[in-house]
C-alpha cells in the first residue's frame, strides 16, 4: 500500500541540499561564534578589566558596553536590512566585529577596552538580525525553518556551553587577549565565504528609513536599559517617554519603522513577550544560581562551569529536535511547553539547601529545565518570525533580537534587585527563584491565552 504524500512529507525530517547546508553552515556559524565569545568573555572579564587599570568596581561596564548597543540598535538594524540589503548588513557587521575583536586584544587602556565592547555590540546588533532574517527567507515557513531554527538555538546554546567550558582554560594557557583575538580569523572566514553562497535580498523600489522613528526608539532602549544596569530613575523616565514617543511616530508615520498593524499581530505581540520572559528569567537563574554554588556551596569557579556544562548538553539536544516537535504539535503548543518545563524544572533550585547532596537534584533539574528553556527559544523565534511576506522578515527577527537583548541585560538586574531585599545570603536567592518561577508561569497563562486562535502560525 502506497503511502500518501502528505503522510510521508509529516513523518520525514525536511532535508538541506548541499547549497542550504552551506548556507546554514556560514549563518549558524556566525551566531556560534558570537555565543562562544560572549561566554568566554564573561569568563575573562575580571582578567581583562585588570589588565587594562580598571578598578574591580567598574569591571561590569565591560559587559554593559556590549549590551548597550546590542540591544539599543537592534531594532534599527533588523528594520535597515529589510531596505538595504541583509547580506549588505550581515557583511558589514562581520567586518565590524573582526576590527572590534582585533581592537579589544591589542588594547592597552581601558577605553580602547570599552570601544571595542561597545563595537562588538554595534556589530551583533547588525549582525544577529540580518543572519536570522537571511536564515526566515532562505528556508521558507513551516518543518524546513523550524529544523533550521531549531539547528540555530542548538548552535546558541552549544556556543554558551562550549565558551563557558573552555573560557577559564583558554584564558589560563593564553591571556584574556585570546578572547578577543579568537573572533577574528573565524569572521574573515565567514567574509571569504558568504558572497559566494548567499544572495542579496530584494529591496523594495521607494527605501526610505523612518528616522524619528529609529532615534527614539534606540534613545528609549538605550536610556531603559541604563536604567536597569544602574538602577537610575532618571534614565528609566526618559526611556519611557521616548517609547511612548515612538508609538506615537508610529502610529502617523507614512513609511514607519516598525508598523503597529505588525505590532499587533498576536504572533508578533505574544510571541515576543514570550522570548522576553524567557530571557528575562533563565539567564538571571543561572546568575542566582552560579551565585548559590559559589558562595554557598563554595565551588570554584571551573566546578561552577562544569555544574553547567553537563546540563548544557540537554540545550543542544532540544534545539535539533525542537523543530520536530513544531512540525508535529504547532509551536504555540510547543512554546507553552517549553516556558511551562523551563518553570518547573527552576523550582527544586528554589529548596536548595547549604549540603553538597543538594547537587544532585540540582543538575537533573537544570538538564530538564535546560531543555525547556532552548526548546522555548525556538518556538517563539518560529511564532515571532512567522505569518509575515519576506520583505519584513528582518523587522520580524529584528524584534526577536531586540527582545533577547533588552531581556538578558535587565533580568539580572531585576532579580537580583529582588533577592537583594532578604540580604545576600540563600534567602534572598530563594525567594528570586521564587519570583521567576511565578512570573514564568503567569506568562504561560496569558501566551496560552493570547495564541488560542493561532495554533499553527508556522504553517
Known amino acids: 500500500m502506497s503511502v500518501p504524500v502528505a503522510t510521508a512529507e509529516a513523518v520525514s525530517p525536511p532535508r538541506l541540499d548541499t547549497r542550504q547546508r552551506l548556507i546554514a553552515l556560514v549563518l549558524l556559524g556566525a551566531g556560534f561564534m558570537l555565543a562562544v565569545d560572549f561566554s568566554i568573555l564573561n569568563v575573562a572579564l575580571p582578567q581583562a578589566g585588570a589588565g587594562v587599570g580598571l578598578a574591580p568596581a567598574q569591571w561590569p561596564w565591560i559587559t554593559s558596553a556590549y549590551a548597550l548597543p546590542a540591544a539599543g540598535f537592534t531594532l534599527v ?100 587577549r585570546a578572547a578577543f583575538l579568537f573572533n577574528v580569523p573565524v569572521a574573515v572566514a565567514i567574509l571569504l565565504a558568504a558572497p559566494f553562497l548567499i544572495r542579496e535580498s530584494v529591496l523594495p523600489e521607494r527605501v526610505r528609513l523612518d528616522l524619528p522613528g529609529a532615534v527614539t526608539v534606540t534613545g528609549g532602549l538605550l536610556a531603559v536599559i541604563y536604567a536597569a544596569v544602574e538602577t537610575n530613575l532618571v534614565a528609566a523616565l526618559v526611556g519611557a517617554a521616548l517609547l511612548g514617543a515612538f508609538w506615537v511616530i508610529e502610529l502617523r508615520a507614512p513609511a514607519p519603522l516598525a508598523p503597529v498593524r505588525i505590532l499587533r499581530r498576536p504572533t508578533v505581540k505574544w510571541g515576543n513577550f514570550a522570548g522576553f520572559v524567557i530571557f528575562t528569567m533563565e539567564p538571571a537563574m543561572i546568575f542566582l544560581v552560579t ?10 569557579p571551573l566546578a561552577t562551569g562544569l555544574v553547567f556544562g553537563v546540563p548544557g548538553l540537554a540545550s543542544v539536544v532540544a534545539g535539533v529536535i525542537a523543530g520536530r516537535f513544531i512540525g508535529r504539535f504547532g509551536s504555540r503548543l510547543v512554546l507553552v511547553a517549553g516556558m511551562t518545563v523551563q518553570a518547573l524544572a527552576t523550582i527544586p533550585a528554589v529548596l536548595l539547601g547549604t549540603g553538597w547532596g543538594t547537587l544532585a537534584v540540582l543538575v537533573p533539574a537544570l538538564f530538564v529545565g535546560f531543555f525547556g528553556h532552548v526548546t522555548a527559544i525556538v518556538a517563539y523565534t518560529v511564532t515571532g518570525t512567522s505569518g509575515l511576506p519576506d520583505e519584513e522578515q528582518g523587522l520580524a527577527t529584528g524584534l526577536t533580537s531586540m527582545t533577547q537583548q533588552v531581556a ?31 512570573v514564568t508561569l503567569a506568562a504561560v497563562a496569558l501566551i496560552s491565552y493570547g495564541l488560542r486562535h493561532h495554533p499553527r502560525p508556522e504553517q
Open 291 to 300: 551565585v548559590y554554588l559559589q558562595r554557598v556551596l563554595g565551588l570554584s
Open 408 to 438: 538578558i541585560t535587565v533580568g539580572i538586574p531585576l532579580l537580583g534587585a529582588v533577592a537583594a531585599t532578604r540580604g545576600s545570603g540563600l534567602a534572598g536567592i530563594r525567594l528570586a527563584l521564587l519570583v521567576d518561577v511565578a
Open 77 to 176: 538594524f533588523g528594520r535597515t536590512a529589510d531596505l538595504f540589503g541583509r547580506r549588505k548588513l550581515f557583511l558589514a557587521g562581520m567586518v565590524v566585529l573582526a576590527g572590534a575583536s582585533l581592537l579589544g586584544g591589542l588594547a592597552d587602556g581601558p577605553a580602547t577596552l570599552l570601544t571595542a565592547r561597545v563595537l562588538q555590540g554595534l556589530a551583533t546588533a547588525m549582525t544577529i538580525p540580518a543572519a536570522l532574517s537571511l536564515l526566515t527567507t532562505t528556508f521558507k515557513g513551516g518543518p524546513l525553518r523550524a529544523r533550521v531554527l531549531g539547528l540555530n538555538g542548538a548552535l546558541l546554546s552549544g556556543g554558551f556551553t562550549v565558551g563557558a567550558l573552555l573560557g577559564g582554560a583558554l584564558v589560563s594557557l593564553l591571556s584574556w
